[in-house]
Every structure is written in C-alpha cells, then in structure tokens.
C-alpha cells in the first residue's frame, strides 16, 4: 500500500499474555520507528531501525519489550507477559531516511491489557 | 530537564487570529527540527520542517533559535480546522534516529 500499515488495529488482552504488533512500512524506506502514547500523553520513543539494525533500543520500557525487523521491511514489536501499564497506542513510522526526513505514521495499533 | 518541552496550553485563539507557541530542546548539536499536529485519536501527521533560516508555508511560519534553543510555529488566519494538539520532534545528536517528540501545545479555535 502507499502507507505505513500496522496490524492489528486493536488487541485486548489478558494480562501476562503475549503480544506481537506489526508494521510494515512504506516500501522503500530505510528508517522504522516504534513509539507509544497513552491516553492524553506525549509519544514516547521505544526503538528505530535502520535496515534491519536497531543502533539504540534505549527507549524499550523493560526487557519484556523487543522488536526485530526482517528484510529491511516489516517490522515485529513483541511485548512478553503484559501488563495493564503496556495499555496504550503502540504507533510505527518509517522515513526514507535516519534522522533528517520527516515520519509518516500508521494509524496505530490500541493495545489494551485486562 | 526534559529533553523537549513544551507549553500544553490549550491555547483559544478566535478565528482569523494570530497564535504562536515554542519548544524548546536541551541538546545544543540537534540538527533536525519538524512539527507535526495530532488530531484527536488519530496519528501524528507532518506539518512542517523547520530550516535554520526559517520558513513558510502559508499561514504557518516555523522559526529556529539556536542560541536560545527553541523553535517556533507561529499561525496565521486562524481556520477552526486548525484545532488540534501540535508537537514539536528534535533529533538527539548523540543518537541521529532518536526523533524525540514533546508532549504537544494544544489550539483551540473558536468561532
């Protein structure tokens, strides 16, 4: 598609399960981004890629967070054993480049944790 | 010190009014500077680059300080459309990809 498409758009579940959010940016984009806002709050940066490398994952609120990107294209973040804290909008952006050229988001995936 | 600050308003501003707003950013060697505006419940869309020399682009002008570290949006012609909460995002120089997003200066405009 010509945007950044992430799947699902919302996912409710149990706390201490697993989840798996996807992002596939626009094609030819060398630079992934994951942030997360919640309910009424600013974005906060999770982890960006450039090519399938991530040079700073300071952003990952604690080690149950991971992301991986495979093929230079889709992206996977991966939250172990939720919990009602990980509740917020998990939003994905690429860029053609690191750094100087503008994000183009997706619309999100709603992340909320019972 | 946040990293990028903001003031969150909400900033009323009348139709056809002139509002402006800051952010300012605490790393001195950021080089890239955007604002973008978030409508509610929806993502983050780009508004525009901001260039050290300044720039427009129609009724909105973007300003970047250096000394002083902050940039500026200023609106002209206020259009009820242009409610929405709008963010600032610097580049942290010791990490070119890390785009920090402040926490967002909301508009209002009222008829």
């Known amino acids: 598609g010509a945007g950044v498409s992430q799947s699902p758009s919302n996912k409710v579940t149990e706390k201490g399960k697993d989840v798996e959010l996807r992002c596939d940016p626009i094609?030819?984009?060398?630079?992934l981004y994951w942030y997360r806002q919640s309910l009424g709050q600013g974005l906060e940066f999770l982890i960006y890629?450039?090519?399938?490398?991530?040079?700073?994952k300071s952003g990952l609120p604690s080690d149950r967070f991971s992301a991986e990107r495979t093929g230079g294209s889709v992206s996977t973040l991966t939250i172990q054993r939720t919990q009602q804290e990980d509740s917020a909008v998990y939003l994905c952006?690429?860029?053609?480049?690191?750094?100087?050229?503008?994000?183009?988001f997706g619309n999100g995936t709603r992340l909320t944790v019972t | 010190r946040k990293e990028v600050e903001q003031d969150p308003g909400p900033f009323n501003v009348p139709e056809g009014a002139t509002v402006a707003f800051n952010c300012t950013y605490s790393?001195?060697?950021?080089?890239?500077f955007f604002w973008y505006r978030q409508d509610c419940r929806k993502e983050p869309k780009l508004l525009m680059s901001?260039?050290?020399s300044g720039n427009e682009d129609g009724r909105f002008t973007a300003q970047l300080n250096r000394a002083s570290q902050y940039i500026s949006l200023l609106i002209r012609d206020s259009k009820l459309s242009d409610s929405a909460t709008y963010l600032c995002?610097?580049?942290?120089?010791?990490?070119?990809?890390?785009?920090?997003f402040g926490a967002g200066t909301q508009v209002v405009v009222t008829p």
């Open positions: 890629f450039q090519g399938n490398s991530a040079p700073d």
């Open positions: 094609s030819g984009h060398t630079a």
């Open positions: 901001v260039y050290s």
């Open positions: 952006a690429s860029s053609p480049r690191v750094g100087d050229s503008p994000l183009h």
């Open positions: 995002v610097v580049n942290l120089e010791n990490s070119w990809g890390k785009l920090q």
């Open positions: 790393n001195s060697a950021s080089q890239s």
